[in-house]
């Protein structure tokens, strides 16, 4: 596909257990951005990475929210010891370019239920 | 105060009517105003781009940016029912994060 894809579609965990949700950008897209959507809430920022570099985790809500991007194409969001509080949709965008504002183009998100 | 209000509605219109839907900020370093429309349990889908101030014209959505009252609003003519959706505006001041408003929800009746 030519999309943004997310995996799992859906997460469903108990309280302290750890979680990692995968996304595969747009092939050639070099930047990578994650955001957090709670439930009647528009999206918000965590993180963004340029190719393998993460240039910008002022968003992420605690030590507990972990990103990587190791060869600059998928990416993985890892949150340890999960609470309740994390229960929200994760979104993953990626864009063309580095340099400059490109458009991003999103994924249709893992939605994650912490019990 | 968030940095970008958005009325949430619900927001509910006959098929055929015009459409307005707007958002405010307070940041002046906003140069970058986007529109996305979301469907229930999809990602937000990019409906329109623009950069300063303006109006964008794509089909029968009309993207108009007021960088002076520092507002923003987007236009859907001849609505259908598929309009219906959650309307979002989103900006950047050119950095690359997105700052989102709250969303709109809309709904067209046939």
């Known amino acids: 596909g030519a999309g943004v894809s997310q995996s799992p579609r859906y997460k469903v965990a108990k309280r302290g257990q750890d979680v990692a949700l995968r996304c595969d950008p747009i092939?050639?897209?070099?930047?990578l951005f994650w955001y957090q959507q709670a439930l009647g809430q528009g999206p918000e920022f965590l993180t963004y990475?340029?190719?393998?570099?993460?240039?910008?985790k002022s968003g992420l809500p605690s030590d507990r929210f972990f990103a990587e991007r190791p060869e600059g194409s998928v990416s993985t969001l890892k949150i340890q010891r999960t609470q309740q509080e994390d229960s929200a949709v994760y979104l993953c965008?990626?864009?063309?370019?580095?340099?400059?504002?490109?458009?991003?183009?999103f994924g249709d998100g893992t939605r994650l239920s912490i019990l | 105060q968030k940095e970008v209000e958005q009325d949430p509605g619900p927001l509910s219109v006959p098929e055929g009517a015009i459409v307005s839907l707007n958002c405010t900020y307070s940041?002046?370093?906003?140069?970058?105003f986007m529109w996305y429309r979301q469907y229930s349990r999809k990602g937000p889908e990019l409906l329109m781009y623009?950069?300063?101030?303006g109006n964008k014209e794509d089909g029968r959505f009309t993207a108009q940016v007021d960088k002076s009252s520092k507002y923003i609003s987007l236009f859907i003519r001849d609505s259908q029912p598929s309009d219906s959706a959650t309307y979002l505006c989103?900006?950047?001041?050119?950095?690359?994060?997105?700052?989102f408003g709250q969303g709109t929800r809309l709904t067209i009746n046939p």
């Open positions: 965008a990626s864009s063309l370019g580095a340099g400059g504002h490109q458009p991003q183009h």
């Open positions: 092939s050639g897209h070099v930047s």
């Open positions: 990475f340029q190719n393998e570099a993460q240039l910008d």
């Open positions: 940041n002046s370093a906003f140069q970058y």
């Open positions: 623009t950069y300063s101030s």
């Open positions: 989103a900006m950047s001041p050119g950095a690359q994060k997105l700052v």
